[in-house]
């Protein structure tokens, strides 16, 4: 997570996305085939890793503190009694 962190998550899915579209366009349009076929290995790889941390990773974190601020509470009030 801490890779890219000038920019949001969300933001980061939108910019691999389009540099991957970008890559096929490329890929399409000129004959420099070898480095447009890395580009776009490097760029689908990112892109799916941005989207798997915005759509499962980041609700997960979130989830697990909400779970982790419930039972720090439980304890205090077991702790109380």
């Not at 447009?36 to 503190?65: C, F, I, Q």
């Amino acid at each position: 997570m801490a890779r890219f962190s000038a920019i949001s998550p969300q933001s980061q899915c939108w910019l691999f996305h389009i540099a991957l579209a970008l890559n096929v366009a490329g890929m399409m349009l000129t004959d420099m085939w070898f480095p447009m076929v890395v580009g776009t290995v490097v760029t689908t790889y990112l892109s799916v890793d941005a989207w798997v941390r915005l759509r499962y990773v980041l609700p997960l974190k979130k989830e697990l503190r909400q779970v982790q601020h419930e039972l720090e509470n439980l304890r205090q009030q077991q702790h109380n009694q």
